[in-house]
C-alpha cells in the first residue's frame, strides 16, 4: 500500500494544526512547517505526495516556495490564500499549483479538494530512495546506509524502518505499520514490538534508551527525524573542524623553526 504523505506550510499554528488534525483522521501521513525556510530544508530531503502551501508565510513568498518546488516535478501542489483576486489565483496556478483555495473556507471543501489531487496519483510508487544525510534507504536494493556504514537487515525490519522513515515523525499505531509495513500478513499487532527491538538493536546507541526509534505512549511508534538532524549537524561540526585543524597544522608547518620558538 503506497501512503499519501502531506506537507503542510502554514504560518497560522491553529489552523495548521486544525488541517493537519483533518488530514490525520482521514489516514493520511502529515508533517508541517511554519516558515518557507523550514519546508525548504524539509523538502530537500524528501518531498510530499501534495504539499499545501499558505502564499502568505512568516519569512517570504509562499507562492516562490511553490514555484521551486513545481520545478522538482515530484509533488501536487494547493495554495491557500487571502489573496482572492482573479490575479492572484491566476498567478499561483502558473507557478505550478494544481489548486488554489480561498481563504476562508470550510473543512468539507478543504478535505474534498485534497481528496480531488490525491485521486491523480493512481497507482504511483512509494520514492525509490529517502535521504536523510546520515541515514539512506534505497527500496530498489532494499539496502540501508547509517552513518557511512550498510546494515545487515531482514526484510520485516527493513519494511518497518522504511514506513517509520517515510512518515517523517508522524506517530503510528501499531496496527497501522502492521497495514503498511506488511499488507499481504495477517498477523498480530503486537508483533510490531518484537521487530521493533530487534531494529533499535542495530540502529540505537543505546537501545534500552532509544532515540531514533520513539515510544509513543498510548499510539505506538515514531521516527525521531530531530535526533537524526542533530547527528548529521554534529558529523557537519566534526568535519569542519577537522578541516581547520588540518589546515592550521599545514600552517604552523612551514613557519621556520626560530619562529615557532618565540
Not at 37 to 65: M, V, W
Not at 128 to 149: P, S
Not at 223 to 230: H, I
Amino acid at each position: 500500500m503506497v501512503s499519501i504523505h502531506i506537507s503542510i506550510v502554514e504560518g497560522n499554528p491553529h489552523l495548521r494544526s486544525l488541517l493537519a488534525w483533518h488530514l490525520q483522521q482521514a489516514g493520511y501521513l502529515v508533517n508541517q512547517s511554519a516558515t518557507l525556510q523550514s519546508a525548504r530544508q524539509t523538502f530537500l530531503h524528501r518531498q510530499p505526495t501534495l504539499a499545501i502551501i499558505d502564499s502568505d508565510l512568516p519569512d517570504g513568498d509562499g507562492i516562490e516556495l511553490c514555484r521551486w518546488l513545481y520545478q522538482q516535478k515530484h509533488s501536487l501542489i494547493l495554495i491557500l490564500s487571502a489573496r482572492n483576486g482573479e490575479k492572484d489565483v491566476v498567478n499561483g496556478l502558473k507557478a505550478g499549483a494544481d489548486d488554489y483555495l480561498k481563504k476562508p473556507f470550510g473543512m468539507q471543501e478543504f478535505m474534498a479538494r485534497v481528496e480531488v489531487l490525491t485521486r491523480r496519483l493512481g497507482s504511483r510508487a512509494a520514492p525509490l530512495h529517502l535521504d536523510y544525510g546520515q541515514l539512506k534507504i534505497d527500496l530498489a536494493q532494499r539496502r540501508v546506509q547509517f552513518r557511512g556504514e550498510y546494515i545487515e537487515l531482514t526484510p520485516q525490519e527493513f519494511s518497518l524502518l522504511y514506513v517509520l522513515a517515510q512518515a517523517e515523525g508522524t506517530p503510528l499505531s501499531r496496527a497501522d505499520l502492521l497495514r503498511r509495513a506488511w499488507p499481504e500478513e495477517i498477523d498480530n499487532p503486537r508483533t510490531i514490538d518484537t521487530h521493533v527491538l530487534s531494529l533499535r538493536k542495530k540502529i540505537e546507541t543505546d537501545p534500552r534508551q532509544p532515540n531514533l526509534i520513539q515510544t509513543v505512549r498510548n499510539v505506538g511508534y515514531r521516527f525521531n527525524l530531530e535526533m537524526l538532524a542533530e547527528i548529521n549537524s554534529a558529523l557537519e561540526a566534526n568535519i569542519i573542524a577537522s578541516t581547520k585543524g588540518n589546515h592550521n597544522g599545514h600552517s604552523m608547518s612551514k613557519i621556520p623553526a626560530h619562529n615557532v620558538s618565540r
